[in-house]
């Protein structure tokens, strides 16, 4: 039979893109989500879901009853890294303790495979221009600590519970589906490529720079944009590798080329053919000058390969989605719900 996946956070941005894929694969999925920021309108008609929190076991257990999951994708967690340093409580309860939940769940099923999102966030700031997965671990916010902390919790749960694991540490996710129908849509919106598309669209009156001061080629951050399929494509390898490969498993997933802020904004000028306006702001708390994968292991274990490893594709596709008047207003809708 086709594998049976459990999708934690399949509503969100990444999870949502995971659910397509794995159902372009045939596999058989089931959603999980609380909607906090996940959207309804991101998930395919007729899928299966499971309104419920992580931080709740009743509901958890009810979702594994019977199910015979092969696998659980845990995209739920929160993700800003301002907000972690204001509310640590909230991130270690949802990210740690939610976690904890999760694999609990997943024993008492015996269910003994996991795809968890980490971040590059778990390096803090790094001290090489290329971040390979030994490079040391020195998170500088709580939402990093969260992730950290959960990878060396999946490392004693191979060794005490022979639970498989394997942890990507995104780099800065970005794009859409080209197929359409999906995108990315905080709340509030936080992320680079999407705030500079929202300025395109005249939506928000100018994209803020946030520092204009560090060591770089610009003195903008430099990032390592990462396209959403390809971070999805990553973890349906990840399924199989897991099949001949026990023990916890980290992966850095990057394309290897760092673009600092005002390149993503000329990229998206020449993509969107439309004049951005910017300010320049203050640097923001937390940020690291620079991120760069190296994502050898990846390639080299998992024979991942992106496909749209480009910053002007990346852009590209997310542009089709913000403009699409079908698409742009349910996410602004549901934007607006809360
Ligand atoms: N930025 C702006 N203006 C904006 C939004 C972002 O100048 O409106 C800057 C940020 O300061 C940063 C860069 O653009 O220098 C990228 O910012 P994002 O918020 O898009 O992404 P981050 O690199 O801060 O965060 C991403 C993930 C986090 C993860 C982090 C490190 O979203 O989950 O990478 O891995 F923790």
Redesign the pocket.
Known sequence: RQPRILVCGGAGYIGSHMVRMLLRHGHEVVVFDNFSQGHRAALPSGIQVIEGDLLDPATLARAFAGRGFDAVYHFAAL???GESVTAPDLYYRNNVVGALNLLDAMRAADCDRLVFSS???VYGNPVSDLIAETHPQNPINP??RSKLMMEQVLEDHARAHGIRSVSF?????AGADPSGGLGEAHDPE????P??LLAALGERPA?????TDYDTRDG??I?DYVHVNDIARAHLAALDWMAGNDGAHVFNLGNGTGFT?RE?LEAAEAVTGRKIPVRT?P??AG??GI?VADSRKARDLLGWQPRIPDIAGIIESAWAWHRAPQYGPFARAEARRA
């Open positions: 993700i800003s890294v971040t590059a966030a939402y990093g540490r995104y780099f800065n996710a936080t992320h680079l490529v705030n500079v994209l803020d720079i946030f520092g903008t951050c990032r802020i993503v702001a640097r923001r940020d690291a991120l």
